[in-house]
């Protein structure tokens, strides 16, 4: 009788043993990872350990990273082998926006092609643990950010073609997210992740973790493990977090980090999609340079509207009478004429035509035409997210390819 030799790969896994010893011990006086976040507290993050089994399914093989309402790990599915990453909240939680954008777009746009730039989730389970329940996310794991990527670079910036296939592909996914109703108001490059080709980035994480196992901190019962980097990938760009995205057409109130907030967020009017344009313009401009379009000068909230307003005042003009008479606010900074007479000076920078760019000529004059049809004072006239998609300086060719490893 012949001997058997293949291995079924769809077989049942044992879980792996992690060591308990040979990593550094970070001294219990030393704040790691989410503990140098605001207002951290411990009881509020489910107390993880590498090796772990969640739901008899997932063994926890690596720390991945960590947020202001979540944890996120590396899992190898014990059923099949397959690595899934786990975003586990914190069990303070009143509301889980993530979850009810995803429960939104649950069927939704199921043929549009912009959907495979938006991240989806397997599964979702709710985890008991000593303080309370925890929202569990199973996802598709992926690669490094386009920041990160960026950072790797030796001039901090990249190349023309890399970057207008990111916008390309970034402009797809909202695309798709704006025909459902949702805006993410959350797009930098932290934000768009890298896909992997393949597992082999994954296994050597794991096998980093096994070998020479990351540095943790022992706090009475909690562990506090150090987060590998996930370095490398080749492929399609995904956008992340819709922690803050919001579902429905038109909103109000504050949304937007800081250096990306579109002027109609900052002066208190309504907003729509086209805020989501506005960072893609943004994000354009920080692909190919090094330093921010619009600064955040000061930590006073008042005078750092003055100097992101001043700014962008400068750059683009004065706003229109149309877009002044939308909010109280505007009469803080702009004066009946339509003056400039707020707190800080108008900064003596180029207009937005005049702009110093890495590229040639011609390149450069396609680039600026494209950050002034996305960046205007009045949403309405921004490009769309399909109209942009459409701009000539979106019409190159290019692609993404990081090499790297966890180690």
Not at 93 to 100: F, Y
Not at 130 to 156: A, I, N
Not at 370 to 382: M, Q
């Amino acid at each position: 009788m012949p001997r058997l030799s293949h291995s079924d790969a769809s077989a049942p896994r044992m879980p792996r043993e992690f060591p308990s010893t040979g990593f550094e011990r970070i001294d219990s006086s030393s704040l790691v990872e989410e503990e140098k976040l605001p207002f951290y507290r411990r009881q509020d993050y489910y107390p993880m350990r590498i090796g772990q089994v969640i739901q008899d399914n997932y063994q926890v093989v690596a720390k991945l990273g960590y947020g202001t309402t979540s944890t996120v790990w590396l899992s190898r599915d014990l059923r099949d082998g397959k690595f899934w990453v786990l975003k586990v909240h914190i069990n303070t939680l009143k509301h889980n926006q993530e979850l009810a954008v995803y429960q939104h777009l649950a069927g939704q746009g199921l043929e549009h092609p912009g959907r495979q730039h938006v991240r989806q989730f397997r599964d979702t389970f709710k985890l008991s643990g000593p303080h309370g329940q925890h929202d569990v996310f199973v996802m598709t794991p992926l690669g490094m950010s386009l920041r990160t990527l960026q950072e790797l670079q030796k001039t901090h910036f990249f190349q023309q073609a890399l970057v207008t296939n990111a916008i390309d592909q970034t402009l797809f996914g909202l695309n798709y997210l704006h025909e459902a109703d949702v805006i993410h108001t959350d797009i930098h490059s932290d934000n768009l992740l890298i896909a992997l080709a393949n597992d082999s980035i994954l296994s050597r994480v794991e096998d980093n973790e096994l070998h020479r196992p990351s540095a943790r901190k022992v706090v009475d019962d909690t562990v506090i493990h150090v987060s590998q980097y996930m370095l490398g990938g080749a492929g399609d760009l995904t956008i992340c977090d819709l922690g803050k995205a919001r579902i429905g057409k038109v909103h109000r109130g504050k949304a937007m980090p800081l250096p990306y907030r579109a002027p109609e967020v900052i002066l208190g009017m309504t907003w729509d999609n086209a805020v989501d344009v506005w960072s893609v313009g943004l994000l354009a401009w920080d692909l190919l340079h090094q330093d921010g379009i619009f600064r955040v000068y000061d930590q006073d909230k008042e005078l750092n509207d003055a100097h992101h307003l001043a700014a962008m005042a400068a750059l683009l003009g004065p706003p229109p009478d149309r877009f002044l008479r939308r909010s109280p606010e505007t009469s803080k900074y702009w004066n009946t004429e339509g003056q400039w007479h707020g707190p800080v000076p108008l900064p003596s920078q180029k207009d937005l035509k005049s702009l110093d760019t890495n590229l040639s000529q011609q390149d450069r004059e396609k680039f600026l035409d494209f950050l002034s049809c996305v960046l205007t004072w009045l949403p309405e006239d921004r490009l769309n997210s399909f109209e942009a998609y459409f701009h000539p300086w979106l019409r190159g060719e290019g692609g993404i390819e990081a090499e790297g490893n966890a180690e």
